[in-house]
């Protein structure tokens, strides 16, 4: 519980200490931060691993992943993430061991060489490092001594539990691209506890080859990439790892942006009012009205500037003169109205008759057996009226129908009586001269719904244009129809 304590406190202490450096300033002050939002590292770390211990080392392999994040320009955390494999041996006893090793752990990084504001970016990264994790290993050995009968050697296997460990180095980093860099790291670690002097197997029982404790190096090889794009607050590019940047760098370019303005110059050669430097014609004719560039004026866009425009603000639309006046036409007098109305209704002509056939007339209908007009077709027979009053020369057929229910003896006099009924109304409701209607009839030979027996949309009478020379009917032969119920079957002639 110490170990786990202890490690807990110091990264704790490193991350406060980090973020403190980082932002100084207190919240409302007047303190500009000249420290940009920097990516991440993400790294891959490949290398051979060996332990210093009691044994002859061998080199082993090992690999892992890191992500690393600066603090500051010369402070940043790195989290790493650690396996590896070692053989170790004594040719003289003839013993050996192997182990393998998990570990986990976070680290304070300090770029000892950003301290130089001399250049944009550092080529080279010179990183010193110390952390505090946990790690569990095994080492399987051979023909060893261990503590429960130190003068036998023996061969098996120790476990260790997941403990505490630390870690500790240094490193070159060298930068390829804005978003590669490699590096050239040497770590060394080890354990607290019990373990600690059996990496490699042996307890060192009774001899002096080596201090108490074993330590595990791991010089490896790491391929680092720059993660992040954007700034979510500013919208801004992030930055490179502020390990890598000048940390005058934004200071720089803020001076730099300052010296690079233009020197205020209140010259106005043309004594327009405006200063040369932001006049973008600077011989503007004298007593010339300027706009806010010290371009002489066109107010009215005529092409003509306003200072020899006899009228600066001409009505849009017309072709101007020399001098700017638009050339507006005169208006147009009464008799000039007349003149046109009166050419134009010259060469009006009404539309002929012929016309008239394809127009189209409302239909009117009629109840089972009758040819009364109810009250809904009224308004029909009036639009009827209305274009036959508005159209003095037309003549119109007024045409009879029944459905198929009677016989064709008693429809033909059904559909008879109902364009009789049709024409009477338009004559006594409306005022049409009778002789403007021809009264004809078609029973049940032309339905407008393909049926035998009943049918409303069949019982109607239709209203068209009437050809030259077309006549009244007869009245065809047969008994009264139209009136009471129909009385026996169509067979019988009813």
């Given at each position: ?19 403190s ?11 500009r ?52 494999k ?16 998990t ?5 304070l ?50 476990k ?18 804005p ?25 060192n ?28 607050a ?13 940390p ?75 001098n ?23 060469n ?8 008239l ?15 009364n ?51 009477e109304?338009?004559?006594n ?52 129809a139209g ?12």
């Open positions: 519980m110490t170990v786990r304590n202890l490690v807990l406190a110091v990264l704790f202490i490193s991350a406060t200490f980090g973020l450096a980082q932002d100084a300033a207190a919240p409302g002050g007047t303190y931060s000249f420290t940009p939002a920097d990516q991440w590292e993400l790294g891959v770390d490949l290398g051979v691993p060996f332990v210093a211990g009691d044994l002859d080392s061998k080199l082993g392999f090992g690999g892992g992943l890191h992500v690393r994040k600066s603090l500051d320009h010369i402070f940043s955390i790195r989290v790493n993430g650690l396996y590896a070692t053989k170790s041996e004594n040719t003289d006893t003839n013993s050996e061991s192997e182990m393998s090793w570990s986990g752990s976070a680290q990084v300090v770029t000892v060489n950003n301290f130089r504001f001399n250049k944009p970016y550092r080529k080279i990264g010179v990183n010193v490092f110390a952390g505090l994790g946990v790690a569990k290993f095994t080492t399987d050995y051979t023909n060893i001594a261990q503590a429960d009968n130190p003068t036998v050697p023996n061969m098996g296997e120790y260790g539990d997941v403990t505490g460990m630390f870690d500790a180095g240094v490193g070159l980093a060298f930068r390829v691209s978003k590669f860099n490699i590096g050239l790291d040497y770590t060394v670690m080890s354990v607290f506890g019990e373990g600690a002097d059996l990496l490699d197997g042996s307890n029982f009774g001899r002096e080859v080596t201090t108490f404790r074993d330590f595990l190096h791991f010089p490896h090889l790491s391929l680092n990439f720059n993660l992040g794009g954007t700034d979510k500013t919208g801004a590019k992030k930055s490179e790892p502020l390990y890598w940047a000048n005058m760098s934004m200071v720089s370019d803020a001076i730099a942006a300052l010296e690079a303005r233009p020197v205020y110059d209140p010259t106005d050669t043309d004594g327009d009012g405006i200063i040369d430097m932001i006049d973008a014609e600077k011989e503007s004719p004298a007593g010339a009205r300027v706009d806010t560039k010290g371009v002489a004026l066109d107010s009215d866009m005529d092409k003509v500037l306003d200072y020899k425009d006899k009228e600066p603000y001409s009505p849009p639309g017309y072709p101007v003169d020399a700017g006046v638009a050339q507006v036409p005169k208006p147009i007098t009464e008799s000039d109205v007349n003149r046109i109305v009166d050419a134009k209704l010259a009006f002509k009404l539309p002929v008759q012929e016309g056939s394809n127009w189209f007339l409302p239909i009117i209908n009629f109840g089972m057996n009758s040819y007009i109810g009250y809904g077709e009224y308004t029909k027979l009036y639009q009827v009226a209305q274009v036959l009053k508005g159209n003095s020369k037309v003549r119109i057929a007024v045409t009879g129908h029944t459905d198929g229910t009677g016989s064709e003896n008693y429809n033909n006099v059904l559909s008879y009586n109902r364009a009789k009924a049709a024409i109304f338009l004559v409701q409306h005022g049409i001269a009778r002789e403007r209607l021809v009264l004809d009839y078609a029973g049940e030979a032309s339905s407008l719904v393909p049926t035998k027996g009943s049918s409303q949309l069949n019982r109607r009478v239709e209203f068209r244009v009437a050809k030259d020379g077309e006549a009244d009917k007869d009245r065809p032969e047969g008994p009264e009136q009471g119920r129909f009385m026996g079957n169509k067979a019988s002639g009813y």
